[in-house]
């Protein structure tokens, strides 16, 4: 059996802000528990890997860290890599298969997505209008652009990517290929050939990208190179990364755990590009085929809607809990605010009930759901493929097919550290921000005639199928 191919995480933090050791101990623990007891009931066993705590001889960590400086990107060099305590934890390496072995010895294509937050607000907490008909992700790409992060606003709409509608599915992942941004990075054999490295630095050439995919989809070599090649390549990357998308390959504990039917929110957005086109054309009819249960998009989109309340409704029950702290600052641990991340803590966020008591127990409840929720809003879904002849294959691993081609894959989930509760006044913060902007810069300035149309189609059938 070959090496073991694994990652090291270090912690980082500010300068002049070092942890003790056994501080450093303790953060990696939580985040190893909040995988392991928490993340894995809500993804399922062979999705979530949550890795292990190692110590490492110091010089060994120190002569690393010299050798990675000069790699790591600009923007992430505002925090120090820990050279003092040896801890790490070892997690395997998500570009490589996690199922199977057998295929390490051969290339591997490996896509990772951050697909973001899949649904409309619900809430009736909800202030601005707006909100009930343009996703998160749509506007905010507004106010990015404005703010210099992107150059231009991508055409990717998550709600079209979670509706489980081929056609949908397709077309964002078009949307995410033609305008990455930190959404969407291509790896071959580790190495990353397509995708940003950091907030500028990106490469996108679909040629560039064809010539490299070129021998997994077509290993014969018989087609002609040029615009239609490249074009046929990246619809057959489209097709796998869809079906690999909508396989289910595990169960979980949180599996039927339903935190809002899937008919309550609306299921696309007023300014997804695609849902654009169908207006203009006249079709009145938006499809929401629905994900299938076991898959990893439905699993993450049942986690993402513990935000019953949308941050507007949240707000006030942070506040309320911050008030308890002021006064007995010393239950915070109790509270489990800071882990610690055991079984106690994921049964708590079983409770669906939204009828407020007034109580800090109901409010802390709402908050920690949040936090699940806003966690699993910024995950990142790793498809890692490698091609496989048809006599290796079997019924016990799951196998995607393209025109020319088969490939054995698996699925993970990472990115997976629970967003920190002091982290809740900047999101408050930043959603009046985005839904102003939007407001002022966008919707004003929107076609009147597009808006004519919206209003026309106001009484838009949604189609959804059971799974």
């Known amino acids: ?25 303790h953060h990696l623990q939580n985040i190893v528990d909040f995988g392991k007891h928490v993340m894995k009931q809500f993804f399922g066993e062979n999705y979530v890997h949550h890795g292990e705590i190692i110590q490492l001889p110091l010089d060994f960590v120190r002569q690393l860290c010299l050798k990675i400086q000069p790699e790591r990107p600009e923007c992430r060099c505002d925090k120090d890599m820990d050279t003092l ?10 570009t490589r298969l996690q199922t199977f072995r057998f295929a390490e010895h051969r290339p591997i294509l490996c896509i990772e997505i951050k697909p973001k937050c899949g649904f409309i607000p619900f809430s009736s907490h909800v202030s601005q209008e707006i909100k009930h008909k343009v996703c998160r992700y749509c506007m905010h790409q507004h106010l990015k652009v404005a703010n210099g992060k992107w150059k231009r606003p991508s055409k990717y709409c998550p709600l079209d990517l979670f509706s489980g509608n081929k056609q949908r599915m397709h077309f ?14 291509i790896f071959k054999n580790g190495e990353l050939i397509y995708g940003c490295k950091d907030d500028q630095d990106c490469v996108s050439d679909w040629n560039e990208l064809a010539r490299h995919l070129k021998p997994f989809f077509f290993p014969s070599n018989g087609l002609v190179s040029g615009p239609h090649c490249t074009r046929t390549i990246v619809k057959e990357l489209i097709h796998v990364i869809t079906m690999a998308l909508l396989s289910s390959t595990d169960t979980c504990r949180a599996g039927d755990m339903k935190t809002v039917p899937i008919s309550q929110g609306r299921s696309y957005c007023e300014a997804s590009a695609f849902n654009k086109e169908l207006v203009r054309n006249g079709k009145h009819k938006l499809e929401s085929s629905g994900l299938p249960r076991g898959c990893l998009l439905y699993k ?58 007034g109580t ?37 691993r799951p196998v995607v097919l393209t025109s020319k081609s088969r490939f054995t894959f698996s699925v993970s989930v990472l990115d997976l550290d ?18 102003n902007y939007y407001l002022k810069n966008v919707q004003a300035k929107e076609d009147p005639v597009m808006s004519n149309l919206f209003k026309e189609n106001e009484d838009c059938t949604l189609v959804l199928h059971k799974v």
Do not use: W
Not at 172 to 185: C, F, G, T
Not at 378 to 385: H, N, P, R, V, W
């Open 172 to 185: 964002a992942l078009k949307s995410l290929l033609q305008e990455a941004q930190n959404n969407l990075k």
């Open 300 to 357: 993450t989109l049942q986690a993402q809607m513990l935000d019953m309340l949308d941050i507007e409704g949240l707000y006030p029950l942070y506040s309320r809990v911050e008030q308890y702290l002021e006064e007995f600052p010393e239950e915070r641990s109790t509270l489990q605010i800071d882990g610690p991340y055991n079984e106690a803590f994921y049964e708590k966020l079983l409770d669906l009930s939204l009828e407020d008591d």
């Open 85 to 94: 305590s040896g801890y790490a934890m070892c997690l395997p390496n998500l």
């Open 418 to 435: 629970l967003k920190p509760y002091e982290g809740i006044p900047h999101q408050y913060k930043l959603d009046g921000e985005i839904v």
């Open 360 to 396: 800090v127990a109901f409010a802390l409840t709402k908050v920690q759901q949040y936090r699940i929720a806003m966690t699993a809003k910024d995950c990142s879904i790793m498809i890692a493929l490698s091609p496989c002849l048809q006599d290796e294959c079997s019924e016990q």
């Open 1 to 25: 059996m070959g090496a073991r191919c694994v990652v090291l995480r270090f912690l980082k933090s500010p300068p002049n802000q070092n942890k003790t050791p056994e501080e450093i101990l």
